[in-house]
C-alpha cells in the first residue's frame, strides 16, 4: 500500500486500485512495448485524474472544520472526513466539488492542448488521456444514482425524508443505463457496476416502507 500527504491531507493507495486501472486502460491486451507504455501513461493519467477528484471532496471538508483522508481502491476511491457534521448545503458542496474539479481540469487541458508548444507523440497521449478521463469519469459521477456524487447530491437535495424518491430515481437510472451500456459497448463492467448500485438501492428501499 501506498501512503503519502498532499496539502496535509493523508493518501492511501491499495493495490487493488493499480490493478482494476490497468485493467480499465487496456492491459490485457497489451502485446506490445508501445501498448505496455500506453498502459503506464493511463495509469499515471487515472491516478492523477482521480487523485484531483477526491482532493476536490476533501479541501472542500476541510474548509467547513472537517479532519480529510483520501482512500484510493478498486475502481475509483473516496474522500472519508470527520470531526464536524455537515449540513446538507454543505454535504451538496463537499460532494459536488469532486466532478466540478475534475471537469475544470479537463476542460482546461481541451482548452490548452491547441497551443502546446510540439511534444513527443508519447506527451500528448498523455494529456489527451488526462482530460478525457477526467471528463468521462467526473460525468459518470454525476449520474443520479446512488452511491455516485450525483446520487449522493440527489439524496442531499431531497433529504433523508425523501430517501425513497433518491432509490427509485437510482434502480430506474441504473437500470436503463446499464441495459444501454450494454448494448452500446464491448465492455461489461459498467453494466456490472450499474446492476449492483440498481440491486443496493432495491435492497435499501425494501427497508424504508
Same mark, same amino acid.
Given at each position: 500500500?501506498?501512503?503519502?500527504?498532499?496539502?496535509?491531507?493523508?493518501?492511501?493507495?491499495?493495490?487493488?486500485?493499480?490493478?482494476?486501472?490497468?485493467?480499465?486502460?487496456?492491459?490485457?491486451?497489451?502485446?506490445?512495448?508501445?501498448?505496455?507504455?500506453?498502459?503506464?501513461?493511463?495509469?499515471?493519467?487515472?491516478?492523477?485524474?482521480?487523485?484531483?477528484?477526491?482532493?476536490?471532496?476533501?479541501?472542500?471538508?476541510?474548509?467547513?472544520?472537517?479532519?480529510?483522508?483520501?482512500?484510493?481502491?478498486?475502481?475509483?476511491?473516496?474522500?472519508?472526513?470527520?470531526?464536524?457534521?455537515?449540513?446538507?448545503?454543505?454535504?451538496?458542496?463537499?460532494?459536488?466539488?469532486?466532478?466540478?474539479?475534475? %471537469?475544470? *481540469?479537463?476542460? #482546461? $487541458?481541451?482548452?490548452? !492542448? /491547441?497551443? @502546446? +508548444?510540439?511534444?513527443?507523440?508519447?506527451?500528448?497521449?498523455?494529456?489527451?488521456?488526462?482530460?478525457? %478521463?477526467? *471528463?468521462?469519469? #467526473? $460525468?459518470?459521477?454525476? !449520474? /443520479?444514482? @446512488? +452511491?455516485?456524487?450525483?446520487?449522493?447530491?440527489?439524496?442531499?437535495?431531497?433529504?433523508?425524508?425523501? %430517501?425513497?424518491?433518491?432509490?427509485?430515481?437510482?434502480?430506474?437510472?441504473?437500470? @436503463?443505463?446499464?441495459?444501454?451500456?450494454?448494448?452500446?459497448?464491448?465492455?461489461?463492467?459498467?453494466?456490472?457496476?450499474?446492476?449492483?448500485?440498481?440491486?443496493?438501492?432495491?435492497?435499501?428501499?425494501?427497508?424504508?416502507?
Amino acid at each position: 500500500m501506498v501512503r503519502f500527504s498532499i496539502f496535509g491531507i493523508p493518501v492511501r493507495v491499495h493495490p487493488f486500485f493499480w490493478i482494476t486501472l490497468a485493467l480499465i486502460g487496456g492491459a490485457l491486451g497489451a502485446n506490445s512495448a508501445s501498448a505496455i507504455l500506453g498502459v503506464c501513461l493511463f495509469l499515471l493519467a487515472g491516478f492523477i485524474s482521480v487523485l484531483i477528484h477526491e482532493l476536490g471532496h476533501a479541501l472542500t471538508a476541510r474548509k467547513f472544520g472537517a479532519h480529510s483522508e483520501i482512500v484510493l481502491e478498486a475502481f475509483g476511491g473516496y474522500a472519508a472526513y470527520s470531526g464536524v457534521r455537515l449540513t446538507r448545503p454543505q454535504t451538496f458542496a463537499v460532494t459536488a466539488a469532486g466532478p466540478a474539479v475534475q %471537469i475544470l *481540469l479537463g476542460i #482546461a $487541458l481541451w482548452l490548452a !492542448l /491547441p497551443h @502546446l +508548444p510540439e511534444m513527443s507523440p508519447y506527451g500528448m497521449h498523455f494529456l489527451k488521456t488526462l482530460m478525457w %478521463i477526467s *471528463l468521462v469519469w #467526473a $460525468l459518470l459521477n454525476l !449520474l /443520479p444514482v @446512488l +452511491p455516485l456524487d450525483g446520487g449522493r447530491m440527489l439524496d442531499s437535495i431531497l433529504g433523508p425524508e425523501r %430517501i425513497r424518491v433518491t432509490l427509485w430515481v437510482t434502480i430506474i437510472v441504473a437500470s @436503463l443505463l446499464a441495459i444501454i451500456a450494454l448494448k452500446a459497448t464491448s465492455s461489461i463492467l459498467l453494466p456490472i457496476f450499474l446492476g449492483m448500485f440498481a440491486w443496493q438501492a432495491w435492497q435499501a428501499l425494501r427497508q424504508h416502507p
